[in-house]
């Protein structure tokens, strides 16, 4: 097992990485505070891992509340109607301002869960356990939590930080292939906007990676999560720094809003917009074309999609980013590559440039 | 103009207490940083403020985006319901991250349009313009913000600070007498937590407190938002010595989840709950029977009920008790009284004496 920290002062926390986490009552216990617990899931992960956990929970632990919450699986549930059944279970069921959420799933439990535990009381304590690659490698960790809204994505949330982070390569064995796939696409993310070596790691990797070989599981998310700390403890609520993490999700959430969470999963539409963010570097001439193709080629030999849905048009496609979080004043801030392995995030390019980009892309 | 300070660190921010500080635009305008703004306010106080305020502030702002939402005006709809009223209008109006959001009104309000601007996008700035006495010496200042649950009050939320809260004495003039004497009950709570020589100010100048005389309102604005503004300072999120701010608040909102809140207001329910509170402290052979007796003629004097309403029993009265946030592994900590002017947190009475109270005040 491998021990990362977040260091955020008062708010740091570890981020456990190793097989079997599930069933380590010590470790889980070690970070339940109070005597009650709720853990929340969803109905395909709860058939799962839900009673390993509780089992592992009530092996180390004296509680008097270990509750269990199974959502509907999707993030078209991640809104403000599915937050309100946890805040409803969570009061009809009487836990008090010392419980603890355990969020069991992907990044949709996550993001909730975490968001309910950010609001319940004002406040009580959560612990992370995900089971997707792309929850381990980037939305378990940073405390990014919140739902969506009919007009955005993520626009209804809060900074909130987990207790723990206990990411169990065993899960990665029962995720789908495309879920999977969409995961390698945020780690593919760390290596183009900080971490070269890692970029080129991946690409010398790429059989053991669609292979879910464990030894090359455990070194890409320790790497990617130590990426994300790092980036996080430079920089919590995203004033600056942060923001690279974004890179091709400003294009990525246009898709996923068109296509109202139902087309591309978030980490395929991360995937296309990373290239189109490429694609829009090069025509900066901050990077080559040649370096576009490369991505292009590493992002299809993972299976991810490069190309933008039929249903999208330039001027949706558009209207959809200046919906976008990122935006100040009227220009919609992107995170861009100067080379493989270096992202900023800029105001600093020409409409029509960006016009070129979506042109070239929407069908 | 007084000034008074919050500390708190980099979350600290200044609160003005004057006369006419809604036409003051420069006042105003120190404290929106983007350019764009919501003004947040109910269908009472929107004829009376709201022109005058927007006037204000485009007098001294060059905005983009000068918007205003008129809620329904009541504690009831102080919901997640009427709060997706604001997310809608900040979406469907493209508000980004920079906005600023403007609470209008008393603590309704303010505590809504808080947990919105908390949550909007992770968190944008407000400001608090309050209206109501209750809102101006206790609400808007501290960094609670949330909505009511049907199980529960203010069960959802966040702590989260305003950048800056302006109290106008002028719109003092226009509040309800039932409002304005609510308000008064948590300026006479200041003065049995912590301040015995204010209770003492608070016995001597009723006559002037009914009759709000502008100077006295002024002296007892800002010897009450001194007084919780030190304890804020001293405990931003309620790990210990802040929870004496709820003096009568357990009580209380037993009173108000039960009837519903559309019985008394919460700071009539307040006011009962204090003299609940004493009355249990002089069980306790804190205080004499005597101060209860002061304390009840005091709230008297100021036209504050002191009986609990005829649909409670005193064992409905223990169950919504128990529902509050205080609770710690079963047992209610209350707020009580070592001395008028000295209050504590406890969990240390016996059951036996709060269903003495309890069966004392129930009809």
Known sequence: MKKLHVALGERSYPIYIGSGLVDDGALLCR????????????????????????????????????????LPDGE??????????????LLKNRHSRSTTLVALGGGVIGDMTGFAAATYQRGVNFVQ?????????????????????????????????????????????TLPDREYRAGVAEVVKYG????????????????????????????????????????????????NIRAILNLGHTFGHAIETTEQYC??????????????????????????????????HLLLSLGLPTTVPAVMNSKAFLAAMSLDKKVADGVVRLVLLRALGDAVVTGDYAGAQLQETLDAFCP
């Open 192 to 239: 183009l906007i900080a971490d070269p070596g890692f970029y080129v790691w991946l690409k010398e990797h790429v059989s053991d990676i669609n292979g879910r070989d464990e030894r090359v599981l455990m070194a890409m998310v320790e790497r990617s999560c130590r990426n994300k700390a790092d980036v996080v403890a430079r920089d919590e609520r995203e004033s």
């Open 263 to 296: 087309g591309l999963l978030h980490g395929e539409a991360v995937a296309v917009g990373m290239l189109m963010a490429a694609d829009l570097s090069s025509r900066l001439g901050w990077i080559s074309a040649s370096e576009v193709e490369d991505l292009r």
């Open 76 to 89: 078209i549930h991640k809104n403000l109607d599915t937050l309100k059944l946890i805040y409803d279970h």
């Open 129 to 173: 356990v995900p089971t997707t690659l792309l929850s381990q490698v980037d939305s378990s960790v940073g405390g990014k939590t919140g739902v969506n809204h009919p007009l955005g994505k993520n626009m209804i949330g809060a900074f909130y930080q987990p207790v723990a982070v206990i990411a169990d390569m065993g899960t990665l064995k």
């Open 31 to 70: 970070h339940i505070q109070g005597r009650e617990v709720l853990v929340v899931t969803n109905e395909t992960i709860a058939p799962l891992y839900l009673d390993r956990l509780q089992n592992s929970l009530s092996s180390g632990l004296s509680l008097t509340k270990l509750d269990s919450l199974i």
